[in-house]
């Protein structure tokens, strides 16, 4: 396979040590080290088309999707493709969005949404926009904070006060927001200046039948038919600046915007991707991989499983159910899914093994120099890891079971209460009261009380039968002796008699005030014991893991002292990167081919009106009956639907655009293929992919099946 991006750290001791590759996940300020390769594959801007700060270019069309407290940890990406700041993201990554707006009366989770005027849009409050304006190298200045044989908690504090100085001077007299992030384990340090917009509109999504078709069925599958897109606008204060929500906010100016293509792609064509790519693990050692493979994933799949079960039959049962937890059920079975995939792959790929021999040759190669402090550190690690393993599972039982129902978290959540009512001073009590009322108002808006019992009484069991006792919260305890063991009665008491067990309970209380009913509720008393032994098992868990990041960050020096001279791209971490490759076909395993695209036709044949998840709606089969298809076909006459490229990419990067040679939108990233669910950890060239919609199917839903002819105005579409 044709290399396409940078090298990372998978070695082979052979006569010295090389790299595989096709992995990468580059910053936009090291374009320039693979500029030259890029050419090669059918790049034909510069580098300052890709990445300037003095002239609009493509990095000031990509959005990093984020929400108000947590701007820069993405949750997903989005690009404008007009001048008026209209954005392309996942179906997915607005799902949450969409589903805030329905109703069973209104369902647009459903029946699609479309808006046919700026009037109609509609915002949605929390979520923000942030686009990088500079990226800089602060190591130098960084590492002057630091002495050496400072601690790991003395070094922190450094690295925090340098930051902060840093990022006040990059943002000094501007409305500009900025971090600072180490790569590299810490072995380097960037600054990146955002502009961060908080007025973000819905604008268009289709019906989830197609936005969501193939369901858990085909996520993380090839071949794949789904329409996984939805539209957003930014706005912005009428002088350009950020701005909350406001009628007279104006839609954004953008700096550049992406033309999107509707002239079609070939096997071997040009792809780039940029978005905010989540998380990567790649530098993590055998003792990390054990941990995130019997550990991590096994008991997050696990759990959410019996999770994933009860939602599917409440949600099968009450239409609306389905919209109250639609959004919360796709995000507890996303990585259900991809947990177990994950580690079918890794263990297929022979990860663990890969990983041994790169710290035997690490070893072997810093022995030969002198240098003990390599092995020091994975012995270390080795250490920290083993004596952590009771407390990382104890971890996994309480945040995806204890707190897999949302109910005792709501109710720790209204301990404010408590203080108010010890306070026994009226105004303090009704100020806690009346504080309480639209938290309470848009928690049981998404809450139904007997699929919550259900989750309770399955995860609860869950828990109590598999995990070490010592970390049983104290009402686990109750359950022992009170309740022999009981869990369902336990749970069916403490819902009859808690004032949160319902919305019409929980405003009686808040309409009557008492503190002995409050305090002595069992549900707020389950919350308060899941958050107390959490506390626990978290203190624990961090005094066990002090020196991890130290000999974390040891390691990976040692990876790269020994590379000396070849690229590295760092773990993603929600900052802007860059991967480019080609579209491409692959063979996932012995006599099976599959095609670089997909077409409607495949639609149709995927079609199931017993299979919720395989519905495809009348209008949709209608315009393929009549093939209605305008302007957006392939040289075969069908509607393409989907590709494939041998892009990098992970959470996070979902809504990414994909762009050609000419930097133009060809497509939208939004999922991995299962046969490499290894690749967070470990790249394998020849089976990783980016599954991407192909913007042309897009358009026709657009045009054809939504007549939203103002949006296709609205875009630059080059056919």
């Given amino acids: 396979m044709r290399r396409f991006t940078a090298i990372l750290f998978v070695f082979v001791f052979a006569m010295g040590f090389t790299a595989r590759a096709d992995e990468g996940m580059w910053l936009l300020s090291m374009i320039g080290k693979n500029y030259d390769d890029m050419k090669k594959q059918g790049f034909k801007l510069t580098p300052e088309d890709i990445y300037s700060v ?41 799902y949450s969005m969409i589903q805030t707006h329905s109703t069973v009366e209104h369902d647009y989770l459903k029946d699609g949404f479309w808006a046919y005027s700026k009037e109609e849009e509609l915002s949605n409050p929390g979520i923000t926009a942030s686009i990088l304006v500079k990226i800089e190298d602060v190591t130098a200045e960084i590492e002057k904070s630091f002495k050496k044989d400072m601690s790991e908690k003395d070094r922190n504090i450094a690295l925090k006060k340098a930051s902060k100085a840093i990022i006040d001077n990059a943002v000094a007299g501007t409305n500009y927001k900025a971090q600072v992030k180490d790569m590299f384990g810490g072995n380097q340090y960037f ?54 929500y406001a009628k007279n906010n104006v839609p954004l100016k953008p700096k550049h915007f992406l033309p999107v293509s509707a002239k079609g792609i070939e096997d071997g064509d040009f792809a780039m991707v940029m978005g905010f790519p989540g998380t990567t693990n790649r530098y993590v050692t055998s003792y990390g991989l054990e941990e995130v493979m019997q550990v991590t994933n096994k008991l997050r799949y696990e759990i959410r499983d019996v999770k994933v079960n009860v939602l599917r039959k409440k949600m099968a049962a009450d239409q609306k159910v389905k919209i109250q937890y639609a959004s919360k059920y796709a995000s507890c079975s996303n990585y259900w899914k991809y947990s177990n995939e994950q580690n079918k792959a890794l263990a297929h790929l022979n990860t663990m093994g890969i990983k041994k021999q790169i710290e035997a040759d690490l070893c072997k190669w810093a022995d030969a120099k002198g240098e003990s402090k390599y092995r020091d ?15 990382a599972e104890a971890k996994m039982y309480i945040t995806e079971g204890l ?19 010890a306070s026994k001073e009226i105004a303090e009590i009704n100020s806690a009261v009346s504080d309480m009322r639209e938290p309470a108002k848009e ?43 009981d869990v369902e009665k336990y749970v069916d008491d403490a819902f009859s008699k808690s004032i949160f067990a319902t919305e019409a309970k929980f405003n009686a209380f808040l309409d009557k005030p008492s503190g002995s009913a409050f305090t002595k509720d069992p549900v707020l008393q389950m919350g308060n014991d899941i958050i107390d032994v959490y506390r626990g098992v978290y203190n624990e868990y961090n005094d066990l ?106 959470g996070g990067n979902s809504g990414s655009p994909v762009i050609n040679g000419n930097g133009e939108l060809i497509g939208l990233a939004f999922d991995g293929n299962s046969e490499a669910m290894s690749g967070d950890i470990d790249f394998e060239e020849n089976l990783q992919r980016c599954i991407c919609l192909d913007v042309r199917y897009a358009l026709f839903i657009i045009d054809k099946y939504a007549n939203a002819q103002n949006l296709i105005k609205e875009m630059d579409i080059k056919r």
Avoid at 208 to 218: I, N
Avoid at 377 to 391: P, V
Avoid at 553 to 560: D, N, S
Wanted: proline residues 5%; contains cysteine; neutral net charge.
């Fill in 54 to 94: 003095n002239q609009g270019c493509i990095k000031d069309a990509i959005v990093g999707l984020g929400k108000d407290g947590s701007p820069f940890w993405h949750f997903c990406t989005g690009e404008i493709v007009s001048g008026e700041g209209l954005m392309f993201t996942n179906h997915h990554c607005g």
């Fill in 191 to 244: 600054l990146l200046v955002y502009v961060t917009y908080q007025d973000v509109r819905l604008v268009g999504a289709p019906p989830s039948a197609m936005g969501k078709f193939g369901g858990d069925t085909d996520n993380w599958m090839w071949p794949r038919h789904t329409a996984d897109f939805s539209m957003f606008r930014i706005y912005t204060a009428p002088d350009g600046s950020p701005a909350k």
């Fill in 377 to 391: 550190a994975l012995n270390a690690l080795q250490k920290i890891y083993s004596s952590r393993k009771k407390q």
């Fill in 403 to 421: 707190l897999g129902s949302e109910l005792p978290y709501f109710a720790f959540g209204c301990r404010s209460m408590a203080t108010a009512f």
């Fill in 443 to 485: 928690f049981y808006k998404d809450y139904d009380a007997e699929t919550e019992r259900a989750l309770m009484k399955a995860l609860f069991r869950k828990a109590y039968d598999e995990m070490d006792a010592k970390y049983y919260p104290e009402f686990f305890k109750t359950i022992q002796t009170k309740y022999k063991g």
């Fill in 545 to 650: 893991s002090v020196d991890l990041e130290r000999n974390n960050r040891i390691f990976i020096e040692g990876v790269l002292a020994m590379n000396d001279g070849k690229n590295f791209a760092p773990d993603a971490n929600s900052t802007i990167r860059m991967t480019y490759g080609n579209v491409k076909s692959y063979e996932p395993r012995d006599g099976v081919f599959y095609d670089y695209y997909t077409t409607l036709k495949g639609v149709m044949e995927k079609e199931n009106p017993e299979s919720s998840e395989f519905i495809v709606p009348e209008k949709l089969k209608q315009l393929y009956k009549d093939k209605n298809f305008g302007p957006y076909v392939n040289k075969n006459g069908d509607v393409p639907t989907c590709f494939i490229t041998n892009n990098d990419i992970t």
